[in-house]
């Protein structure tokens, strides 16, 4: 079980770095996802994206996601990955499936957060048997806005709060929990901002997903999140792997056509 409590986080709005990231990545309009084939179906399809719980992050060249995090709150925090870099070789293979899968372009007129997720539906969260275990309503945080609105057309008692940002590259983690009057915050500020410096040329932009409650909930533990996506005000291009077969291609041809 994971507990949320937002009286547990707060916001540290003197952290100049955490606003110069996300107001670099608010003012891109283009992003790119690499993805396996069935990846790329499964969001057409349902036109949903996957967040992945940072307690899933067990792998050896990813587990430092984790273990930065105070285990108290690694249950509450969801990252989907993309990237503002140059194509790259190393992009095919290591998210691309080695070359069977495909690059993703998403290209936006606004803030990409606010144009590609909707809000109109509900986030399922999904447990470690791949059954929805709970919903939530969404709030979109942007650089500037101090307030989050919630669709009124929607009910639960916890949200997801999305935050789309740049990542630093460093060796070392933030500080992501804070000790204020002997009390222990999470700071929404620096959690999952800061990328191993090995993995620079990744040219990183995430969006980060928080549950926040206004009263103390205990939900079952998810594994991800499947955020709901609009594509009415944004384009999207599709690139092959050198290894995709003409069927697949013409399979997910078809499937944008239905988007």
């Known amino acids: 079980m994971i507990k949320v409590d937002s009286n547990q986080q707060i916001i540290d709005y003197s952290d100049y770095l955490s606003m110069k990231l996300r107001e670099h990545a608010e003012n891109r309009r283009e992003l790119s996802h690499y993805c396996s084939i069935e990846t790329a179906k499964k969001i057409l399809e349902s036109k949903t994206l996957l967040f992945k719980c940072v307690n899933e992050y067990t792998k050896t060249y990813n587990r430092y996601e984790r273990d930065w995090i105070d285990g108290e709150y690694r249950g509450i925090i969801f990252l989907s990955c993309l990237t503002h870099g140059p194509e790259s070789e190393d992009f095919w293979l290591d998210f691309a499936d080695s070359g069977h899968g495909v690059k993703l372009t998403f290209r936006t ?151």
Do not use: W
């Open 109 to 259: 007129k606004g803030i990409f957060h606010k144009e590609i997720i909707d809000t109109s539906k509900y986030i399922q969260g999904i447990n470690e048997e791949g059954k929805i275990a709970a919903y939530f309503a969404t709030t979109l945080s942007c650089e500037g806005n101090l307030f989050c609105r919630v669709n009124d057309k929607l009910s639960s008692d916890i949200v997801a709060e999305i935050v789309l940002t740049d990542v630093d590259y460093d060796i070392n983690p933030l500080q992501t929990v804070q000790q204020i009057d002997a009390k222990k915050y999470l700071n929404l500020s620096t959690i999952s901002r800061i990328v191993r410096k090995d993995y620079e040329q990744e040219y990183e932009t995430r969006m980060i997903a928080i549950l926040r409650s206004t009263k103390p909930i205990t939900i079952e533990e998810l594994s991800c999140l499947l955020v709901p996506l609009n594509f009415n005000n944004v384009n999207f291009d599709i690139a092959y792997g050198s290894k995709v077969s003409d069927k697949e291609k013409r399979e997910l041809e078809s499937l944008v056509l239905k988007v």
